[in-house]
């Protein structure tokens, strides 16, 4: 499976941009696809099946976000130094990334495992999901270490111009989960009937599988990025250059993924319906957005290629090719979410309550997404060239300054109900274009910050 690099300092920017995208945006819908294929199976079982992983998903997603900091800085130091035709220090930039992302992981995977119970208990889920949640939550939370490293090794190789093999691989991974999940969850061709902890347990066997052959590719270099033995030997001071690029967007990471938490909360106070309708349609939602996120990912690791080739006029121009190609895109998957709303919520229940409240969500986001794409635009000039800074105060600011203020403003002093929550959501992301815009204007970030200092 060796996959050649790509050079994205030479050629058609909106070419290098599509040619990086489209096999990270697939991979991203692919690996939604595990909650996707999760919703789906238990959905058969009932909404309190289809609760367990609503409500513990939002408290895991904020573990393996702050990992993801440091998967895009691995990706700015790879990158910028790719860029720059230092491969040495490219080789040295995956394994210290490597390095502090299997300390966290083992940490956070052994605290998430014994404090499911309370966790659950504090998002305030009913007396019959606590146990379903609990022991989802607690299975996903042992997987961490390889959904931790395989986010990483997707991230690194990114940053080298390789998003082929991440793909193919997360493809297999999903393909081998789908065949799981019913067998596990019903107990098919004599497996015993495992219900919501089978959905669990076949994440963690694929994800694990197939972490582990991520990583067989990348020490033996059969993947095109070679890494030397003395690349993992710890180096204090590199260590700390990527933590301090890392550690913003991990913040800023945590705290989008605390504000999830938060509302997930503030949700479960309207009932099991709205919680389902929230849970079903935030996926839909994701599913969408992976288009912005993967044009936006792809368009950081040409910033930080063309920003260590010194070529910064073609990183400005990139950001301006990928907002265009951005924002059209997420105006066209608006549109379709819009017209087929209720058919969208119809494939994973049949409940009308449920379908009625998930379409109205959808229908008011829908119309705020286009924004969403130019904050993502932005943001991809912030995280290639390493001011992570300006990203962490982006991200922190639209749910914490924005959107949660706007919950209690709209849906309890106005009275908007749960209405007021969808609301909040989509004006959230309107405001923070506009601030991702305010910060762009500047143009600090055509500073490159993410390379190893030379001794």
Same mark, same amino acid.
């Given at each position: 499976?060796?996959?050649?690099?790509?050079?994205?300092?030479?050629?058609?920017?909106?070419?290098?941009?599509?040619?990086?995208?489209?096999?990270?945006?697939?991979?991203?819908?692919?690996?939604?696809?595990?909650?996707?294929?999760?919703?789906?199976?238990?959905?058969?079982?009932?909404?309190?099946?289809?609760?367990?992983?609503?409500?513990?998903?939002?408290?895991?997603?904020? !573990?393996?976000?702050?990992?993801?900091?440091?998967?895009?800085?691995?990706?700015?130091?790879?990158?910028?130094?790719?860029? #720059?035709?230092?491969?040495?220090? !490219?080789?040295?930039?995956?394994?210290?990334?490597?390095?502090?992302?299997?300390?966290?992981?083992?940490?956070?995977?052994?605290?998430?495992?014994?404090?499911?119970?309370?966790?659950?208990?504090?998002?305030?889920?009913?007396?019959?999901?606590?146990?379903?949640?609990?022991?989802?939550?607690?299975?996903?939370?042992?997987?961490?270490?390889?959904?931790?490293?395989?986010?990483?090794?997707?991230?690194?190789?990114?940053?080298?111009?390789?998003?082929?093999?991440?793909?193919?691989?997360?493809?297999?991974?999903?393909?081998?989960?789908?065949?799981?999940?019913?067998?596990?969850?019903?107990?098919?061709?004599?497996?015993?009937?495992?219900?919501?902890?089978?959905?669990?347990?076949?994440?963690?066997?694929?994800?694990?599988?197939?972490?582990?052959?991520?990583?067989?590719?990348?020490?033996?270099?059969?993947?095109?990025?070679? !890494?030397?033995?003395?690349?993992?030997?710890?180096?204090?001071?590199?260590?700390?250059?990527?933590?301090?690029?890392?550690?913003?967007?991990?913040?800023?990471?945590?705290?989008?993924?605390?504000?999830?938490?938060?509302?997930?909360?503030?949700?479960?106070?309207?009932?099991?319906?709205?919680?389902?309708?929230?849970?079903?349609?935030?996926?839909?939602?994701?599913?969408?957005?992976?288009?912005?996120?993967?044009?936006?990912?792809?368009?950081?690791?040409?910033?930080?290629?063309?920003?260590?080739?010194?070529?910064?006029?073609?990183?400005?121009?990139?950001?301006?090719?990928?907002?265009?190609?951005?924002?059209?895109?997420?105006?066209?998957?608006?549109?379709?979410?819009?017209?087929?709303?209720?058919?969208?919520?119809?494939?994973?229940?049949?409940?009308?309550?449920?379908?009625?409240?998930?379409?109205?969500?959808?229908?008011?986001?829908?119309?705020?997404?286009?924004?969403? #794409?130019?904050?993502?635009?932005?943001?991809?000039?912030?995280?290639?060239?390493?001011?992570?800074?300006?990203?962490?105060?982006?991200?922190?600011?639209?749910?914490?300054?924005?959107?949660?203020?706007?919950?209690?403003?709209?849906?309890?002093?106005?009275?908007?109900?749960?209405?007021?929550?969808?609301? #909040?959501?989509?004006?959230?992301?309107?405001?923070?274009?506009?601030?991702?815009? !305010?910060?762009?204007?500047?143009?600090?970030?055509?500073?490159?910050?993410?390379?190893?200092?030379?001794?």
């Amino acid at each position: 499976m060796r996959v050649r690099a790509q050079n994205l300092t030479t050629g058609s920017i909106i070419s290098n941009i599509i040619k990086l995208s489209w096999p990270l945006v697939l991979s991203n819908l692919i690996q939604s696809l595990y909650n996707i294929v999760d919703t789906f199976w238990l959905g058969k079982l009932g909404p309190l099946a289809i609760n367990a992983p609503t409500i513990s998903w939002p408290v895991i997603f904020l !573990v393996i976000s702050f990992a993801g900091g440091f998967g895009m800085a691995g990706t700015s130091f790879v990158s910028q130094h790719h860029g #720059a035709n230092e491969e040495e220090m !490219v080789g040295k930039a995956v394994g210290q990334t490597l390095l502090i992302i299997a300390f966290f992981s083992v940490v956070m995977s052994i605290s998430g495992f014994f404090l499911s119970d309370s966790i659950v208990k504090w998002m305030g889920a009913s007396k019959a999901l606590v146990p379903l949640a609990s022991t989802f939550m607690k299975t996903i939370f042992l997987a961490t270490p390889f959904t931790f490293g395989f986010m990483i090794y997707s991230s690194l190789l990114r940053g080298y111009g390789d998003t082929i093999t991440p793909m193919k691989l997360s493809f297999y991974s999903v393909i081998t989960n789908m065949i799981l999940d019913p067998i596990l969850i019903f107990g098919w061709i004599g497996f015993p009937k495992l219900g919501v902890f089978g959905a669990a347990l076949a994440t963690l066997l694929t994800r694990g599988a197939f972490t582990i052959y991520a990583y067989y590719l990348l020490l033996t270099g059969k993947n095109g990025l070679k !890494v030397k033995k003395s690349d993992f030997i710890p180096e204090f001071d590199k260590i700390k250059q990527i933590i301090k690029i890392g550690l913003p967007l991990g913040l800023s990471q945590t705290g989008q993924a605390v504000g999830f938490v938060v509302m997930t909360a503030i949700v479960t106070y309207f009932g099991n319906y709205t919680l389902a309708a929230f849970g079903i349609g935030n996926r839909i939602i994701s599913l969408a957005t992976m288009f912005s996120m993967g044009i936006s990912a792809s368009s950081s690791a040409i910033v930080g290629q063309n920003l260590g080739a010194k070529k910064v006029k073609r990183a400005e121009e990139t950001i301006k090719k990928s907002l265009i190609l951005n924002f059209l895109t997420m105006v066209g998957i608006s549109s379709i979410m819009i017209i087929f709303r209720y058919q969208l919520i119809e494939i994973f229940v049949s409940n009308e309550n449920v379908i009625s409240q998930g379409a109205h969500l959808m229908f008011i986001i829908a119309f705020f997404m286009p924004f969403f #794409a130019i904050m993502q635009s932005f943001m991809a000039a912030f995280n290639g060239s390493g001011h992570t800074v300006e990203s962490m105060w982006m991200m922190i600011s639209r749910l914490w300054f924005m959107r949660i203020p706007l919950i209690f403003v709209l849906g309890w002093g106005l009275k908007f109900g749960s209405n007021g929550i969808w609301w #909040a959501m989509g004006l959230s992301n309107a405001g923070a274009a506009l601030l991702a815009f !305010v910060l762009y204007l500047p143009g600090k970030w055509k500073t490159p910050k993410a390379m190893f200092k030379k001794h």
